[in-house]
């Protein structure tokens, strides 16, 4: 069983930026393909990035691309999320998410074999 940990949310102004982690306990991520989703209130969760298992490929909405990083350091058994020019409408928890099929460009969240709890990102005015 793995076990997915965020970190690294917080209060930003728009404009800013943060980068959020995700440690695992009880398996090597570099089997998987990792994730990010959030989800605001009274939306769905959506789909944010996804990275190849050796990081050699990425894949982002329209929403956040060219804004977002998705990177990934298997030795250390972590993903990063690098998220600059914040907007108000990225104000959402953040979930990392671990998947053991073929990599596809839009995950769906019922595909992924793995959920973090969360990490809340809010960006302010």
């Known amino acids: 069983q793995v076990e997915l940990v965020e970190s690294g949310g917080g209060l930003v102004q728009a404009g800013g930026s943060l980068r959020l982690s995700c440690g695992a306990s009880g398996g090597t991520l570099g089997a998987y393909v990792m994730n990010w989703f959030r989800q605001a209130p009274g939306k769905e969760r959506e789909f944010v990035a996804t990275i190849s298992r050796n990081g050699g490929g990425t894949s982002y909405p329209d929403s956040v691309k060219g804004r977002f990083t998705i990177s990934r350091d298997n030795a250390k058994n972590t993903v990063y999320l690098q998220m600059n020019s914040l907007k108000l409408e990225d104000t959402a928890v953040y979930y990392c998410?671990?998947?053991?099929?073929?990599?596809?460009?839009?995950?769906?969240?019922?595909?992924?074999?793995?959920w973090g709890k969360g990490t809340l990102v809010t960006v302010s005015a």
């Open positions: 998410a671990a998947y053991n099929g073929l990599p596809v460009a839009i995950p769906r969240p019922r595909l992924m074999n793995y």
